[in-house]
């Protein structure tokens, strides 16, 4: 750089060039030898069966990830950690939008832990953006009390497309949670609608956390995720909404006398109570306690744990065939002509579908 200041005409000037900047990266550091050491399928089993928090994140994020390579490894550990699980009390808490859902599990899974004890692992499952695929996974944060609690565990999850309120692989993080020494998990659903009733096929207690004033009667007796539910809670009963919260839920018992009688012989039950102040917390856990010792005693227990590891063999089968036809090369190659004789009219939507599956079932059998 020209410096003007140097010359002649500006005697007892001078500016200096000063010192050469370093490099931004340190030119003594060995690339990869701060990288950590991956965990194999026994050591992350050995840290998961101990009760290690760390661990057990890193087999979740395992278990999660879509990558082939990362799949073999996470069956193998979610293999091992099988005769671990199963010794747990599985809630699942779902809920409109704003219904209170992660405010009410602070309040929930403090007062469990310290009227029973144990430990308690919390699956909060948040949204995936339909345009960046991204998403917050804020739930957490309104867990300000069990978020700091040495006997619990939070894992926030994003449904990364999954419908049904609850993320890919929750039922297998479940699994993780109980071998790691987890008795209590609860599973938050992403707010939800009427027909994401996917948290029930998973849980033992289904709870449905409604506001006051979202609906008339008529709204109560539409089938769905109403008729699933074990027990209904109505959240915000404080100041001058207690009136209403009662009302509503007189309309919500009076809806759930048009249901037919729930399989396990347990009439649902609908209470009131308010997350913020803690107000009616030990009346929603005594219900949630003395369900599961009616079903216990009657059998049920066993019998839905049963029915729930068949529908996920099903549901399991339906994700390794769509996973391996959308993997399969040749498929992959035929998609972009498919694609394209769609959207120039030549043939429909179904049509190209049959003859894409018609081209895989003929690979399958020449394999």
């Known amino acids: 750089m020209d410096h003007p200041e140097n010359s002649a005409e500006y005697a007892g000037l001078q500016v200096n060039s000063g010192v050469e900047q370093p490099s931004i990266i340190n030119p003594y550091l060995k690339r990869g030898r701060?990288?950590?050491?991956?965990?194999?399928?026994?050591?992350?089993?050995?840290?998961?069966?101990?009760?290690?928090?760390?661990?057990?994140?890193?087999?979740?994020?395992?278990?999660?990830?879509?990558?082939?390579?990362?799949?073999a490894k996470a069956q193998e550990v979610i293999n091992k950690c099988l005769p671990y699980s199963g010794n747990s009390i599985r809630v699942g808490i779902s809920g409109v939008p704003g219904a209170g859902k992660s405010t009410s599990i602070d309040e929930f899974g403090i007062h469990v832990l310290?009227?029973?004890?144990?430990?308690?692992?919390?699956?909060?499952?948040?949204?995936?953006?339909?345009?960046?695929?991204g998403s917050i996974l804020g739930d957490k944060t309104r867990m300000e009390k069990l978020s700091?609690?040495?006997?619990?565990?939070?894992?926030?999850?994003?449904?990364?497309?999954?419908?049904?309120?609850?993320?890919?692989?929750?039922?297998?993080?479940?699994?993780?949670?109980?071998?790691?020494?987890?008795?209590?998990?609860?599973?938050?659903?992403?707010?939800?609608?009427?027909?994401?009733?996917?948290?029930?096929?998973?849980?033992?207690?289904?709870?449905?956390?409604?506001?006051?004033?979202?609906g008339d009667e008529l709204q109560g007796i539409k089938r769905g995720i109403m008729e699933i539910s074990d027990g209904i809670v109505i959240n915000k009963c404080d100041g001058d909404n207690v009136d209403r919260c009662h009302m509503a839920a007189t309309n919500f018992r009076n809806a759930l006398?048009?249901?037919?009688?729930?399989?396990?012989?347990?009439?649902?039950?609908?209470?009131?109570?308010?997350?913020?102040?803690g107000y009616g917390i030990k009346e929603i856990w005594d219900m949630v306690y003395e369900y599961i010792d009616f079903v216990k005693q009657s059998g049920y227990f066993d019998y839905r744990r049963n029915e729930q590891a068949k529908y996920w063999m099903y549901e399991s089968i339906n994700e390794h065939l769509r996973l391996n036809f959308y993997n399969n090369p040749l498929i992959q190659q035929q998609l972009q002509e498919a694609e394209r004789t769609v959207l120039a009219g030549q043939q429909t939507s179904f049509t190209a579908a049959q003859s894409l599956l018609d081209q895989y079932f003929k690979l399958m059998s020449n394999e």
């Open 34 to 71: 701060f990288r950590k050491r991956e965990l194999s399928a026994a050591e992350l089993v050995e840290g998961i069966v101990k009760g290690d928090v760390t661990i057990l994140s890193q087999a979740v994020t395992l278990v999660e990830s879509v990558n082939p390579d990362h799949q």
């Open 114 to 133: 310290k009227e029973k004890g144990g430990r308690l692992a919390v699956l909060a499952i948040d949204p995936s953006s339909e345009r960046s695929k």
């Open 148 to 214: 700091v609690h040495p006997d619990s565990f939070i894992r926030p999850s994003p449904t990364a497309g999954s419908l049904g309120g609850v993320a890919r692989k929750t039922r297998e993080t479940i699994i993780l949670c109980e071998a790691a020494g987890f008795d209590k998990i609860f599973v938050e659903t992403v707010g939800v609608g009427q027909s994401e009733t996917a948290c029930h096929s998973m849980v033992d207690f289904f709870l449905l956390i409604q506001l006051a004033g979202t």
């Open 257 to 277: 006398h048009f249901f037919p009688m729930p399989d396990s012989g347990w009439q649902p039950k609908v209470l009131c109570y308010s997350g913020f102040y």
